[in-house]
């Protein structure tokens, strides 16, 4: 068994992946951890936090590590990290992805170069921000986000020995699936090699504060027995952090208004409205695709008899431009 | 350190103990340690009813025995009250029995728990503790196993992994007892300890760890027909009470054979485990007590305020059935005050159970001072993190130091709220000119009584208001909304829905904020027909006596997944019979896809889920899928159909029907195929062309029963698009091991099974008296 010496013997290295259902950061928690209690002679927790099994929806996955004879009894989740690995680009915008995150600690986030990110700017001026193209590398290798995001973790922190994570990640697919331990093994090195560290970034001063969301309503401001008086508010959600990568675009020209697209769409994002011309029968057309809603999932795309629906790589901002909103601002409640 | 839960007495190598078992060590949550033990125990039989956050146990089993790691009997019950009737059952035969469960599931399951105790028939059953309903909360609490205290069973508590994989292995021990006999429930913290990977030594030695067990030995079976035995006779006074109090001497046996067993099991192990835990006691003048995880952060938080000097201890029990009264006195002899944590509440009584139970044992003490606070922590998972028990701490040194309780009883790390602060408010009512605008128009033939339905063609539909409302949570690809979607694109006026548990319920009611626009009631899925019944009825009355002017004509929808309809079969089935005037949709998307896919009775043959896995030993599912709507056809209904969401036009249809039905004759079921992309293994853009084979390889019939005379609606053979089974089963990763060489037989089975179904059906569209 390999011996791996954590910064500081005495505490616990702590890591937490930031990641939304489906990027596979359950699973990376778990190897990581499990290459950390097994073949590292450390000791480790590893636990998820999850709304239920829906895909798409924030994760969280945490990884305590701490010397081998140092017994581990919170089970609480991390709330300073030494490291925050952000699977999602699009997390990136949220406080509460980067809450807690230590001065002296280090970022690692999934994102491609040359990308303007202003919001880089509240993260701690001595946090190490480390970058790398998680989604086009995975996609490249036929792997997925996960092992490109250990290699690259692995490889920014030196106690980590790669090689033991690499080959826990290995065992997890070798005898099931050859092909896919193969790809992994790819996008886990290329992670390890092709990650940039960003200079200067930082602007914050001092650790980010731990963020507690507190409940909109307490025991004196809700309606008794958990009742919603609120009819369709989900409304005022936004699932755009649902879309991995692509998105249905429309185009009108393409458009003979069957109305297939609405029977199949799980998300309600399509936006209709009502004309008339004259004395004309009215019609029913598509306007186009309030994308606060759409998650990605193409079912339009592939009940669209012409090329209406088209599906594109979603470029910072595309869906923003392209949106059709359902409703107005006034009509989702304050 | 003598007082540890457990010395941790690892050798360089960081791997063996010292016990005389050789052990490993491995990286298991709480769940994958009942299931390792189970797997090292080698139970006979295992009934189980999925339930968050327990169902990994079974799961984690399920992965095993397809490994051929071990022969355990895995019996998917149709839910936790059948679960608990097929453990008992079992265990009358005299083997070893095991059950997993966790919040409504034990609730369900309580009636039988005092049956099997009285009757004296040992098991296990492990609960990942879970806040009870409703609302409902899938996280932690106790508030289900505070439940369990009164049923008789023994409970022992499992903080960590760990001690959930040793508790198993004494459980039995235990329970087996002559002097005990009773069942056993392990009892360990949802997620916190049932999800949470640790550290985990596992027995290796396989004949040491036999030998610990033994022999299950019973002195009755049901089993032996030389030896006949009567159970469960009718028993009234004056022999009841002598049967409880035989069982009350059971409890007490318990209170010698557990540390016992503990004894024998640091043998074994190398670790040590107390009836009750004191963490820094000796000398304590104020002292937390908690059950489980929570204890363990105190410990944390206790030593700390050791090193400031503060004289602080942590009480924790090991066994909470039976409780631990005389060491409990002891150990707070001396202590001044205690903060109580408990993690659910006993409503007016001013105490959660372990606050009365503890100052109950105290009080027999009369020179005992100790001054007792109660609080009510970490409701539906909240977490209790070091802050937290910092706060108990302070609470109770003060108390010490003044000698005065200043609250006995507080909930803790409650919010009150703000009054500016406001959750957004959605959308307005739907006017029911929105929804009333003739998609669909229904005329009875006044001289064939028949009904015919008109569609509006399918754009004209676009544009209606939906009822559920965008922004909820549904995976991409969902099925589940569009069939929604598409009904209530035709259903007329003012509708009540009611949702059994299920996805469509979770990702569309995430508190404070709803999908629906219409009104809405979730009530749990074994009880969900029965309860819209009761509104149905009392909707009825209401109008009867001129008290409801305002709503002359309410549908009523109950939704429901096909895991639904196992559990709520009995419910619905009562519905059916009663013929209230309402509507059920089942949406089939073949398992119960929101905890995680698990085998539901509508899973086919073959067809993996997460408990019915593949591996070299076994292949999926191994029996067929339920036939739902000929049970409802048997009920004699006015109305069944099954559709497809991928025939939109044939749903809207029956739906419009449906509708009719519920009004003017009764009760309608209808059993919708639905896509669930994530747990069929598909892309989420593969719904029609997986769909469409389904319904041509004649695997899912589409038709209808009205008035009792079957039609088929759409026949494939009939438009010469039949296809074969395996185009269908080879576009879904669940079926795809299927298609590999040496499953041709249950292919055959598949196909010869779906063959005889489709054929019944034919006849029966043939024939108006079939």
């Known amino acids: 068994m390999n011996e791996c010496v954590l910064p500081d013997p005495s505490g616990f290295f702590e890591i937490r992946f930031e990641s939304i259902g489906g990027l596979g950061a359950h699973a990376a928690g778990q190897i990581l ?15 998820s936090s999850y709304g239920s099994e829906k895909k798409g929806s924030p994760v969280r996955s945490y990884v305590r590590l701490g010397a081998a004879d140092k017994p581990i009894r919170t089970s609480a989740p991390i709330d300073s990290p030494d490291v925050i690995v952000v699977f999602h680009g699009a997390l990136l915008d949220q406080d509460i992805t980067i809450a807690g995150m230590k001065n002296s600690g280090t970022l690692i986030f999934n994102g491609p170069a040359d990308e303007a990110h202003e919001f880089l700017e509240k993260i701690p001026k001595g946090t190490r921000v480390v970058r790398i193209d998680a989604t086009n590398i995975a996609i490249e290798e036929l792997s997925r986000p996960n092992a490109v995001l250990l290699g690259t973790l692995t490889a920014t922190v030196p106690f980590l020995d790669g090689d033991i994570v690499l080959s826990t990640l290995t065992e997890k697919f070798a005898k099931r699936n050859p092909q896919a331990a193969a790809s992994n093994e790819r996008a886990f090195k290329r992670g390890a090699e092709e990650y940039e560290v960003l200079e200067g970034v930082g602007k914050g001063e001092g650790d980010l504060p731990v963020i507690r969301p507190s409940p909109v309503l307490g025991y004196e401001t809700a309606p008794i027995g958990g009742v919603i008086p609120y009819a369709g508010n989900t409304v005022s959600n936004d699932l755009s952090t649902s879309r991995t990568g692509w998105m249905p675009l429309f185009t009108a020209k393409e458009c003979i208004h069957c109305g297939l697209c609405a029977t199949v769409c799980p998300d309600f994002c399509l936006v209709w409205t009502h004309e ?51 409703y107005s601002q006034g009509a989702t409640g304050a | 350190m003598a007082t540890e839960i457990h ?103 309580l009636e039988q728990l005092p049956v099997q105790s009285s009757t004296r028939v040992p098991m296990v059953l492990n609960v990942a503790t879970r806040a009870i309903s409703g609302p409902l909360d899938i996280r932690c609490d106790h508030s289900d196993i505070y439940f369990a205290l009164n049923t008789g069973w023994i409970i022992l508590l499992a903080r960590e992994p760990q001690a959930v994989y040793d508790m198993n292995l004494a459980a039995i021990r235990i329970g087996e007892h002559a002097d005990v006999r009773l069942p056993v429930l392990v009892a360990y913290d949802g997620f916190f300890t049932s999800h949470q990977k640790r550290r985990v030594e596992v027995i290796e030695d396989k004949q040491a760890l036999q030998e610990f067990l ?100 942590v009480l924790s029990l090991n066994m909470l059935r039976p409780f631990p009264t005389d060491l409990i006195r002891q150990a707070l002899s001396g202590v001044k005050a205690i903060v109580v944590g408990d993690r659910a509440d006993s409503y007016g009584a001013d105490g959660g159970n372990l606050s009365l139970e503890v100052r109950a044992a105290i009080q027999v003490d009369p020179d005992n001072r100790t001054r007792v606070l109660t609080r009510i922590y970490g409701l539906g998972g909240k977490d209790f993190d070091d802050a937290d028990a910092e706060e ?38 739907i006017e029911k000119g929105e929804v009333t605008r003739g998609m669909a128009t229904v005329t009875e033939n006044p001289e064939t009584g028949k009904l015919n339905v008109e569609l509006k063609p399918l754009w004209a539909m676009a544009e209606v208001p939906s009822r ?145 896995e593949v591996g070299s030993k076994r292949k999926g599912k191994v029996t067929h899928h339920k036939d739902t709507p000929q049970i409802f056809s048997a009920a004699h ?74 039609n088929i609606t759409y026949d494939p053979e009939v438009l010469g698009r039949r296809r074969k089974i395996t185009e269908w089963l080879g576009r879904m990763g669940k079926t795809k091991h299927l298609m590999a060489e040496g499953n041709e037989q249950r292919l055959a089975a598949i196909e010869e099974e779906a063959e005889r179904r489709w054929r019944r059906i034919k006849a029966m569209h043939e024939h108006p008296e079939l």
């Not at chain 2, 005065?404 to 009150?416: L, S």
């Not at chain 2, 990702?507 to 999908?515: L, S």
């Not at chain 2, 209808?704 to 079957?710: A, K, M, N, Q, Y």
């Open chain 2, 392 to 429: 108990f701490f302070n609470e109770a040194l003060e108390t010490a130091e003044t000698g005065e309780v200043k609250e006995v009883f507080a909930y803790h790390g409650t919010y009150a709220g703000d009054p500016d602060k406001h959750v957004p408010h959605g959308l307005p009512a």
């Open chain 1, 276 to 326: 008339q011309e004259g004395e004309e029968v009215p019609v029913v057309r598509l306007k186009g695709v309030d994308y606060q809603y759409c998650k990605g999932c193409m079912r339009c795309i592939e009940t669209c008899p012409t090329e209406a629906m088209t599906r594109v790589t979603e470029t910072p901002g595309l869906a923003d431009r392209e949106r059709v909103p359902l």
């Open chain 2, 7 to 109: 010395a941790v007495l690892q050798d360089q190598d960081g791997g063996n103990t010292a016990g005389v078992a050789s052990q490993s060590t491995d990286f298991l949550s709480g769940n994958e340690a009942a299931a390792r033990a189970a797997r090292d125990i080698g139970f006979h039989v295992m009934g189980y009813f999925p339930i968050t956050p327990s169902t990994e146990v079974a799961e984690t089993l399920s992965k095993m025995q397809a490994a051929g790691e071990h022969e355990i009997m895995m019996i998917p019950a149709d839910g936790e009250h059948g679960a608990a009737g097929i453990c008992y059952g079992a265990a009358l035969g005299g083997g070893r029995v095991l059950n997993a469960t966790s919040s409504q599931g034990l609730l369900y399951a």
């Open chain 2, 468 to 612: 559920i409302a965008p922004g909820h949570g549904a995976c991409p690809g969902c099925g589940a909304f569009p069939v929604l979607h598409q009904v209530f694109s035709v259903l007329e006026g003012d509708v009540v829905v009611l949702f059994q548990t299920g996805c469509a319920m979770v990702v569309t009611t995430g508190y404070p904020k709803t999908a629906h626009r219409i009104t809405y009631i979730h009530n749990l899925f074994q009880n969900g027909a029965a309860t819209l019944s009761g509104l149905v009825e009392m909707y009825h009355e209401l109008l009867r006596r001129g008290e409801l002017p305002d709503s002359p004509d309410i549908t009523f929808v109950m939704v429901t997944g096909d895991g639904g309809m196992d559990i709520g079969m009995g419910s619905a089935l009562g519905a059916a019979h009663r013929n209230h005037h309402m509507m059920i949709l089942e949406y089939d998307n073949q398992g119960y896809m929101n905890t995680g896919a698990q085998l539901s009775y509508s899973t086919p043959l073959g067809h993996r889920t997460s408990t019915s």
């Open chain 2, 637 to 710: 209904v006015p109305y069944v159909f099954t559709a497809s969401e991928g025939y939109p036009e044939d749903l809207m249809r029956k739906a419009a029907k449906a509708q009719w039905y519920a009004k003017n004759e009764g009760m309608t079921y209808g059993k919708i195929l639905s896509f669930c992309p994530l747990n069929w293994t598909t892309t989420d853009d593969a719904a029609e062309s997986v769909l469409q084979v389904a319904i041509d390889s004649c695997f899912f019939p589409i038709y209808e029963v009205e008035r009792g005379i079957t």
């Open chain 2, 214 to 313: 033994g022999t299950p030995e019973t002195p009755f079976t049901a089993l032996d027909p030389r030896h006949p035995v009567t159970f469960g006779p009718y028993m009234n006074d004056p022999d009841l009470i002598n049967n409880k109090k035989q069982h009350s001497l059971a409890m007490e046996a318990a209170r010698q054979v557990i540390p016992e067993v503990f004894e024998e099991l640091e043998k074994l192990t190398g670790r040590r485990y107390p009836v009750m835990d004191s963490y820094h006691m000796e000398d304590a003048e104020v002292a937390l007590v908690l059950l489980n995880s929570a204890a363990e952060t105190a410990k944390e938080v206790a030593d700390r305020l050791r090193g400031e000097g503060k004289k602080v201890g």
């Open chain 1, 33 to 47: 951890a499990r290459a950390a209690v097994l073949k590292m002679n450390l000791n480790g927790s590893h636990f």
